[in-house]
């Protein structure tokens, strides 16, 4: 959703903190700011394609970029606008590639915009889902993804292309995966939020989600109120941002409330964001040079951040494999008719889980992700019986001792012999 000068930003905070490389850009430092524009005729929103085409990819990742951080206007001049921080100026030039269009700046906290002029493409997005006002509380809150979205290009749908570009416009990710404090994030209406959470739930079965209220900042000044951005600058309509001074900031208030209907769609936990990666970049180390006739279909700074904190594919292969007590509840359920004691268990669950390693090409890890202490298994034994009423338990006295036997519920016995009389308690 738009971060336009005379827009509300979807986020307060500050976002990008690296040095500006400016030897990779093709313009002077030195001067103000600088355009250039793609003379290019057509679109990829204008021109016919087929049903089939794989343009659609670039299609919906544009929009994606459109719903964060662009702007239209179907009155009179009929414009398309999206703005990028110098950061990722790679994306602001894939879509001018894209949709042709003036690209210009940087303005204010080194920010460029493309505009783009022409009736055909503006009422093409809107189509295609885009709305003016979009900051608006009466239209933020009716805002759905694009209609297209759920249709299938080579078997998979638009949804993650839409996805990755809204995380590349607007969306979040920090945290170290060592920590296990990573998270991804992406702010937006509830309704637009929900809907792309059930959607992605569909392709991502075992992630979860939470969504939360997103707060927002004010500068409380001569009775006025502004919205406070990074590094304390307000806006001011009329003259455009304005630095708040010490004095400036002596003289006011800054207040922190939730903001009316802007809420964070989050996705937390190593595991959760290993799933989330894999998915929204195609478990590709090297995602940020596919391309589709010349159109990429991520930024390439968001993707490096997000591959060098979660590893490359094999590192994510491995700690996504599954270690004894994952497949302990399925050796259970699919346990024969019998009693078994403590150690043939471990053994049945390691043989399984080094199967399913085996098939998987991870056998390295084996050593590292099988049980071996019993106090341990035990007591994962107990949760199972007690909590999820998955295994049953009985001993039998053998000489001076009371040996444990275990058999699955879902195979249950008919009936219990008649030595079998101690249940264990619980631990």
């Not at 030195?30 to 087929?50: E, R, V, Y």
């Not at 993650?160 to 979040?172: L, Q």
């Not at 959470?197 to 991502?204: F, G």
């Not at 084996?366 to 298994?377: Q, S, V, Y």
């Amino acid at each position: 959703m738009s971060k336009k000068r005379d827009n509300a930003l979807f986020c307060g905070k500050e976002r990008h903190k690296d040095k500006i490389d400016y030897n990779n850009l093709n313009f002077n430092k030195d001067k103000d700011s600088f355009s250039f524009s793609n003379l290019n005729t057509t679109d990829i929103f204008t021109i016919p394609i087929s049903n089939n085409d794989p343009l659609w990819r670039i299609r919906a990742y544009i929009m994606g970029i459109f719903y964060s951080d662009g702007t239209i206007k179907a009155q009179r001049s009929y414009v398309a606008s999206v703005s990028q921080h110098i950061q990722d100026f790679d994306i602001l030039e894939n879509v001018q590639n894209a949709i042709g269009g003036r690209i210009s700046g940087p303005y204010d906290a080194n920010i460029f915009y493309l505009n783009v002029y022409g009736k055909e493409l503006v009422l093409k997005l809107k189509e295609f889902g885009m709305k003016e006002r979009h900051t608006y509380i009466d239209v933020a809150n009716t805002i759905l993804p694009p209609y297209f979205i759920n249709k299938k290009i080579n078997g998979q749908t638009l949804l993650r292309d839409f996805v990755r570009a809204y995380f590349d416009g607007d969306g979040t990710f920090s945290g170290r995966y060592k920590e296990r404090t990573t998270r991804f994030g992406f702010p937006g209406p509830e309704l637009f939020l929900n809907t792309i959470d059930n959607l992605m739930k569909k392709e991502i079965t075992d992630i979860s989600t939470f969504i939360t209220r997103e707060s927002i900042r004010y500068f409380i000044t001569r009775e006025k109120k502004y919205v406070l951005y990074s590094n304390f600058r307000i806006y001011r309509k009329g003259y455009g941002f304005y630095s708040l001074t010490p004095l400036d900031l002596k003289q006011g208030e800054i207040i922190t409330t939730k903001h009316p209907w802007l809420k964070r769609l989050q996705i937390s936990g190593s595991l959760n964001c290993i799933k989330f990666f894999n998915w929204l970049y195609e478990n590709n180390d090297d995602f940020d040079s596919y391309n589709v006739n010349g159109l990429y279909l991520c930024g390439k700074r968001k993707f490096r951040k997000c591959l060098n904190i979660l590893g490359n594919y094999l590192y994510r292969k491995e700690r996504l494999a599954p270690n004894w007590n994952d497949v302990l509840p399925e050796v259970i359920s699919q346990v024969p008719l019998d009693y078994y004691k403590l150690k043939r268990l471990m053994q049945i669950t390691n043989n399984y889980l080094y199967d399913i390693l085996n098939s998987l090409n991870l056998n390295q890890i084996f050593e590292k992700n099988k049980i071996e202490d019993e106090d341990i298994f035990r007591l994962r034994l107990k949760y199972l019986e007690y909590q999820d009423d998955l295994l049953g338990s009985f001993q039998k006295r053998i000489g001076s001792s009371n040996v444990n036997f275990y058999y699955s519920q879902i195979n249950r016995p008919l009936k219990i012999p008649e030595e079998y009389k101690r249940k264990i308690e619980l631990i």
